[in-house]
């Protein structure tokens, strides 16, 4: 499958955007997946992911309550939804999906296989 992340841009802090990634290729309905974040000098850091079909979402500690991660499995396509954004969330987010990661490897980007190019998402203070 290939994944097209998109909807980042700049927003002042207590703002909100909208994340989505497409899917082509195949369906990813049933696969996990998840939104990874990365600011300049630090490592590839887990947000938000569905497990499978049906999972609950799981966060990151510094995202819950402010962050949603959903799926539209008609349109092939996930979401990020993000309020209250801090400018500590500045960073480029990628989405990411994979059909056999079990539960136990959900937070780890080196579980994924298919990656999206990754969007840019600045918060000014």
């Known amino acids: 499958v290939q994944l097209q992340a998109s909807g980042g841009g700049l927003v002042q802090a207590g703002g909100s955007l909208r994340l989505s990634c497409a899917g082509s290729?195949?369906?990813?309905?049933?696969?996990?997946v998840a939104w990874f974040r990365q600011a300049p000098g630090k490592e590839r850091d887990f947000v938000a992911g569905?497990?499978?079909?049906?999972?609950?979402?799981s966060y990151a500690d510094s995202v819950k309550g402010r962050f949603t991660i959903s799926r539209d499995s008609a349109k092939n396509t996930v979401f990020l939804q993000m309020n209250s954004l801090e400018p500590e969330d500045t960073a480029v987010y990628y989405c990411a999906a994979d059909s056999s990661l079990i539960l136990s490897s959900l937070t780890s980007s080196k579980a994924y296989d298919y990656w999206g190019q990754g969007t840019l998402v600045t918060v000014s203070s």
């Open positions: 290729g195949r369906t990813f309905s049933r696969d996990t």
């Open positions: 569905l497990f499978r079909t049906y999972g609950r979402p």
